[in-house]
């Protein structure tokens, strides 16, 4: 099964729906809750496989990374590209997510960033979705633009196509004051 496991920035203004990040791979907001969220969720099976992009994976504070007691597969299309140890690095989707299947468990997360995304649903390789929606009014800052993921239509909780919310938790206020909201969503 294939998952993606993201957070986007839902605007209370109805601007900018669909943000993951800033093109210099900076978060939109530091959501301690949410950092938890993704490191219990991806940690559950030891070995489970967490596939990224390398501008994501790059984003990541080193002492982080690679993620512990998890498998991390990084895609870059630099066929150079040389990372940490215990770092799988692979050039294609369909490639990285054949040999995340090698390491067990039957769940293989997606964890960005927005092409990696955009590729997976265009791809229909997205079975179940972990969304946790920021309720901000962040909007670009002078020469860093948002990242917007094309393909949040599909995920939207207002009205998903192709998925059905099958958690919905209520709207939360993280301890530096930020409102977010956990979802997961499978595909119909």
Do not use: W
Not at 37 to 50: A, D, L, M, Q, W
Not at 51 to 71: L, V
Not at 137 to 155: A, F, H, T, W
């Amino acid at each position: 099964m294939t998952t993606l496991i993201l957070a986007v920035q839902h605007n209370r203004d109805g601007e900018h729906i669909g943000a993951i990040g800033f093109e210099n791979g900076k978060l939109l907001t530091s959501v301690p809750e949410d950092m938890n969220f993704f490191k219990e969720t991806t940690s559950k099976i030891p070995g489970t496989p967490v596939t990224m992009g390398r501008k994501t994976y790059q984003s990541i504070q080193p002492k982080y990374r690679p993620f512990s007691g998890r498998t991390t597969i990084v895609l870059t299309s630099d066929k150079t590209a040389t990372f940490e140890d215990g770092v799988i690095v692979c050039h294609s989707i369909s490639d990285a997510l054949s040999r995340a299947k090698n390491f067990g468990g039957n769940e293989i997360f997606v964890a960005g960033g927005a092409q990696i995304y955009d590729q997976c649903f265009e791809m229909g390789l997205v079975d179940k979705v972990y969304l946790t929606r920021f309720f901000t009014d962040i909007g670009p800052e002078e020469g860093n633009p948002l990242v917007l993921l094309k393909n949040y239509y599909r995920i939207n909780p207002e009205s998903p196509d192709g998925f059905t919310i099958v958690n919905r938790e209520d709207i939360q206020k993280s301890t530096k004051g930020t409102l977010y909201q956990f979802l997961t969503l499978m595909k119909k």
